[in-house]
T-cell receptor
Framework: RKEVEQDPGPFNVPEGATVAFNCTYS??????FFWYRQDCRKEPKLLMS???SGNEDGRFTAQLNRASQYISLLIRDSKLSDSATYLC????????????FGSGTKLNVKP | NAGVTQTPKFRVLKTGQSMTLLCAQD?????MYWYRQDPGMGLRLIHY???????AKGEVPDGYNVSRLKKQNFLLGLESAAPSQTSVYFC????????????FGPGTRLTVL
């Protein structure tokens, strides 16, 4: 079983729509959680960290449910510039600070 | 600050050739990582380092070697390139804490013919 699983999509939405992605992780000992954004042929970049209390950054809201071991990302009022692949990432410190990446969910925002 | 830089950005090799990819970071991070990314497979860890002079194997280390002689640099070597090593290679670095995120370099696109 993969450490982190995501729906690959693509999610095709019109501008202005609200879209939500979920991700599940398999190891309950996972400690930190992140959403990264990756544009085509570019490096992943941190979008936001995810906390149990939930956190919001402008049009983006992230939630963590430790009991069910899933993480969500909500994007409101989608923009064309939001088109990208969104990677769910979890972190667990064993003998080093190891990050586990989902395969990504592709979002296409259309005019 | 430049963050994490990688050289070269692109490279084409013939089977059996060797090359070294260089990663440099100026954030004084302890940890450095090499990943490869293939379509539909996400990022897979090749090797990592928890500090200067130390390296360890990740999930897919076969065919690669690494060295970290200086804290700011992490080198990835391919001794005898194979077509299966055609991929995009990303270097990343982070602090040591569990809540610390990773910062990525721009990637190296390698094609092995």
């Amino acid at each position: 079983r993969k450490e982190v699983e995501q729906d690959p999509g693509p999610f095709n939405v019109p501008e202005g729509a609200t879209v939500a992605f979920n991700c599940t992780y398999s190891n309950s000992a996972s400690q930190s959680f992140f959403w990264y954004r990756q544009d085509c042929r570019k490096e992943p970049k941190l979008l936001m960290s995810v906390y149990s209390s939930g956190n919001e950054d402008g049009r983006f809201t992230a939630q963590l449910n430790r009991a069910s071991q899933y993480i969500s990302l909500l994007i409101r009022d989608s923009k064309l510039s939001d088109s990208a692949t969104y990677l769910c990432v979890v972190n667990r410190v064993t003998n080093f600070n190891k990050f586990y990446f989902g395969s990504g969910t592709k979002l296409n925002v259309k005019p | 600050n430049a963050g994490v830089t990688q050289t070269p950005k692109f490279r084409v090799l013939k089977t059996g050739q060797s090359m070294t990819l260089l990663c440099a970071q100026d954030m004084n991070h302890e940890y450095m990582y090499w990943y490869r990314q293939d379509p539909g497979m996400g990022l897979r860890l090749i090797h990592y380092s928890v500090g200067e002079g130390t390296t360890a194997k990740g999930e897919v280390p076969d065919g690669y070697n690494v060295s970290r002689l200086k804290k700011q640099n992490f080198l990835l070597g391919l001794e005898s390139a194979a077509p299966s090593q055609t991929s995009v290679y990303f270097c990343a670095s982070s602090y040591w804490g569990a809540t610390d995120t990773q910062y990525f370099g721009p990637g190296t696109r390698l094609t092995v013919l």
